[in-house]
């Protein structure tokens, strides 16, 4: 079907050179240019979920919960080393005890904790693939072996609910790609079937002497192919322009809130893919329109 | 002609009917055959179904009703992806032209070579040949806007006899032209007819048929033949050119 794009001269001349409608391209650019803008929120948003999913889950904390603080720091160091010597832990960060009070003291205050509450000692480790329930049964098993109050707690765990958001903002970004592309497809068969009627006669013409439909068909899906070419690549030099302006100010917003969110390389291969993507899906539709319109005629 | 009896019909309508819409039949039981290499003029008042019987020639119309042989094949029930196949061995003059408003008059003439297929190397002699032909050789670029009745008329014959087709239907072909173009128009149907097209020219211009010699004469009345079998097996009486 592409190959019909480079039509001999002298078929190309058979419905006048020029547009296939005057406005088509800057309706196709419009939509290029939300789409771009769509597929780029989904593609930073599915890395931002992969990269910080990826290393959330590879993070698990072991707590000591032990009453008396000798036995609690022994037990600490104990499992730490026990960690450091385990094949598939790649990281061993206990965590100090003055940061473990800090963290809690906005809830329960400071004195209160010196005072009253044992807090309990925590260890940060980081496997080398995200933690599955066999891994932590058998980590635990070990840990407890030298600390018999330890408790696992997998970063996976409250990882869920933010999973979930990002799957929906996904799914979303997904759903409002498929309506601009179904929106554009739309605009493409207005324009066609508008085009059809200025050159019924020519049209009507070439069928009398012998002419196909697959020929007139060519002749649109030509048109429209560089219509959509024009206002594909339009659009995304446009959207292009929006989503560097924006990674500039993402970069300027700090990398502490916002880890993750950043295009993958291939993100750029898969935008620039996208005009082409129109220009395909705007031949075929000519193609199919143009066909199904010619076979309601002798 | 005998010897074009014994030959098999390029053209054969039996017991045919065309009926636009629900209105009554603008053309009604046509049985006739058209043979091979004869050249049939077809006469009759204004809205006779001169036109209608011409566009169920070249396959613009399928019939209400009846069955039409072309080429040996039926062309009632033939499948629209083999009308193209069928309509290239029809070459058509239309009554109001119908060229092509934004090609020059070199590539109205060229257009059934091109849809055809025909290299461009090989369209550029036989299109330069009949430009000079219908004496249009200076006029190759213009848009048929620009051209007189009688010019767009010769290009519109041009374009139908470029492909030298096995049936050539005119619809009024020599109506806009002055009566020494009409002559060369003509012969230059005959010439193709001599070739062994099959030439059927609609026309209320009776005389006409003084200028082909052999030509026959297929008179519609009322969307009838109004001599269905006498007026195709014999060649026009001196009879019927005086009425």
């Known amino acids: 079907m592409l190959l019909d794009f480079a039509l001999p001269d002298h078929e190309r001349k058979l419905i006048p050179e020029g547009r296939v409608s005057g406005s088509m391209p800057w309706v196709i650019a419009i939509m290029t240019f939300l789409t771009v803008l769509a597929a780029a929120a989904g593609l930073v948003l599915a890395n931002a979920a992969l990269q910080g999913g990826a290393d959330l889950a590879r993070q698990v904390t072991v707590q000591i919960i032990e009453p008396d603080p000798a036995a609690r720091t022994a037990q600490r160091d104990t499992v730490a080393n026990m960690l450091r010597s385990e094949a598939g832990v790649t990281e061993v960060a206990p965590v100090p005890d003055a940061r473990v009070r800090e963290l809690l003291s906005p809830w329960l205050g400071s004195d209160v904790i010196d005072a009253e509450i044992p807090v309990p000692s925590l260890i940060d480790i980081t496997l080398d693939e995200p933690a599955n329930e066999s891994v932590l049964t058998a980590l635990a098993a070990k840990i407890r072996k030298l600390a018999p109050s330890a408790k696992l707690d997998s970063q996976a765990s409250w990882m869920a609910p933010f999973s979930n958001l990002m799957n929906s903002l996904l799914l979303l970004t997904g759903g409002i790609l498929l309506l601009l592309l179904l929106a554009t497809a739309t605009s493409v068969m207005i324009a066609i079937r508008s085009a059809l009627n200025t050159h019924r006669e020519t049209i009507e013409i070439m069928h009398m002497m012998g002419g196909t439909d697959l020929q007139a068909a060519r002749l649109f899906q030509r048109r429209m192919a560089l219509d959509a070419l024009f206002g594909g690549v339009v659009g995304f030099i446009l959207a292009s322009a929006i989503i560097w302006l924006l990674s500039l100010q993402f970069s300027a917003a700090g990398t502490s809130l916002l880890t993750g969110a950043s295009m993958p390389w291939y993100g750029w291969i898969i935008l620039a893919l996208i005009p082409l993507a129109v220009m395909g899906l705007a031949m075929l539709i000519a193609r199919r329109t143009v066909i199904s319109a010619l076979k309601k005629i002798l | ?243």
Do not use: C
């Open chain 2, 1 to 243: 002609m005998p010897s074009v009896r014994a030959m098999q019909s390029v053209v054969e309508f039996d017991n045919v009917g065309l009926r636009y819409g629900t209105g009554s039949e603008t053309l009604t039981d046509l049985t006739f055959k058209l043979y091979p290499g004869s050249f049939y003029f077809l006469t009759g008042a204004s809205g006779a179904g001169k036109t209608s019987l011409l566009k169920l020639l070249y396959l613009a119309h399928r019939p209400s009703r009846g069955a039409i042989q072309m080429f040996g094949e039926d062309a009632v029930t033939l499948p629209r992806d083999r009308l193209p196949g069928f309509r290239r061995r029809i070459g058509v003059v239309f009554q109001d032209f119908r060229l092509v408003e934004h090609l020059s008059t070199f590539d109205n003439i060229a257009l059934p070579l091109r849809i055809s297929g025909i290299q461009e190397k090989d369209i550029k002699g036989p299109v330069t040949e009949m430009l000079n032909w219908i004496g249009l050789a200076e006029r190759a670029e213009a848009r048929p806007a620009t051209l007189s009745g009688g010019e767009q008329q010769r290009v519109a014959i041009a374009r139908a006899v470029i492909g030298r087709p096995e049936v050539l239907v005119a619809d009024e072909p020599t109506g806009n032209v002055d009566p020494e173009m009409a002559k060369r128009l003509l012969q230059l149907f005959a010439a193709l007819n001599k070739l062994g097209t099959t030439i059927v020219v609609a026309t209320h211009d009776i005389h006409l048929l003084q200028e082909i010699e052999g030509s026959q004469m297929m008179r519609l009345d009322k969307g009838r033949l109004s001599d269905p079998t006498g007026s195709l097996k014999n060649p026009p009486k001196p009879l019927i050119l005086k009425s």
